[in-house]
């Protein structure tokens, strides 16, 4: 039998880097998926955002380099275009961050900041996690 659903925390989305966002959002949508109109530029990350449902939660996100710099152009300068984070999303991210900090999470950011989509984030650091690097997302009224 499977665990339960815990509506508290939720896989909101698995982030991709990519080199161009209109290549590989046309390649996402052959796969059936259909993306937002709406591309969001997240200046503060130097990224622009496209998300794509898969169901009443999850989503994919593109994340394409935006400007010079920043750490998607980095990643994928360092590890070609790929998985780059799981984000869950959280009822409250300070919250949170306090209580994975009492179990030795080390987080990327000292305070959340402002994300993609009127959330605010934070990210867990892929030492904290056994190599794999988690946002985690509230979204904001």
Known sequence: MLPHFN????????AIAVSDIDVAQKRWEALGLTF???????????????FAPIDQHAHIELLCPYGEGGAIKKFIEKNGE??????FK????KAKMEELKTHGFRF?????TAGANNCLVNFIHPKSTGGVLIEISQTLN
């Open 36 to 50: 937002a109109p709406e591309r969001e530029v997240v200046e503060s990350q130097l990224v622009t955002t496209a």
């Open 108 to 112: 990327i950011y000292e305070e959340a």
């Open 90 to 93: 959280v009822p409250d991210v």
């Open 7 to 14: 509506k508290d925390c939720y896989l909101d989305h698995v």
């Open 82 to 87: 790929g998985i780059h984070h799981l984000c």
